[in-house]
Structures are given as structure tokens and as C-alpha cells.
Nanobody, 117 residues
């Protein structure tokens, strides 16, 4: 059984920083992309950032220049460093793992990020 364990969310003031981590455990044939989605109250969920095994990255326009995604393939862990946080970054952030097998994907339980003074 595959589990994604997230950590690092919390309350931070505008302009502050947080680092999210997500570690995958269990049997996954092969991981393709790892990433973070976020969902704010009353809004549709969106991809915040993703990174493939070979290091290709994608960012939502709203986070470019402020968020940095990275991963440790050996540890099957993905990180999201979030700088210059804004109130509009407030959301539940979900770790996502996409396997190379079609239809194989996994989600974390979500971690709350709140940006407020």
C-alpha cells in the first residue's frame, strides 16, 4: 500500500517562508512526476508545481519566482520551498505522485498553509 506523508504546513505571516515535504512509502513500480496541488476555500484546485524524474519542472503562474520544487529520487521525497508568501497562497496543499503505469497516481492527505497577519 502506497502512502504519501506530508509535513511542513502551518501559519505564516505575509512575506514569510515555509517548506513542505512529502515522502512516498510502499510499492510503486516507478515514479514519473511528483508535485503539489493546492485548493483554496471556494476555489477550484490547481497545480502549484511539479517535477519529473529527470528534473523538468512546472509552476503555476501565480507562484513563479517565489516557489521552488525539488525532489530526492532515492528517498522518493518531494519538497516545495515557498518564499514571499501571500494571503492568496492560503490553501490546503496536496502532494501528488504520478507513476509511469497509466492510471497509477497517489494523493497525500493534505497540509494546511495559512498566510495571515
Amino acid at each position: 500500500q502506497v502512502q504519501l506523508v506530508e509535513s511542513g504546513g502551518g501559519l505564516v505571516q505575509p512575506g514569510g517562508s515555509l517548506r513542505l515535504s512529502c515522502a512516498a512509502s510502499g510499492t510503486i513500480f516507478e515514479i514519473n512526476a511528483m508535485g503539489w496541488y493546492r485548493q483554496a476555500p471556494g476555489k477550484q484546485g490547481e497545480l502549484a508545481a511539479s517535477i519529473t524524474t529527470n528534473g523538468s519542472v512546472k509552476y503555476a503562474d501565480a507562484v513563479k519566482g517565489r516557489f521552488t520544487i525539488s525532489r530526492n529520487n532515492a528517498k522518493r521525497t518531494v519538497y516545495l520551498k515557498m518564499n514571499s508568501l501571500k494571503p492568496e497562497d492560503t490553501a490546503v496543499y496536496y502532494c501528488h505522485v504520478d507513476g509511469v503505469v497509466p492510471g497509477e497516481e497517489y494523493w497525500g492527505q493534505g497540509t494546511q498553509v495559512t498566510v495571515s497577519s
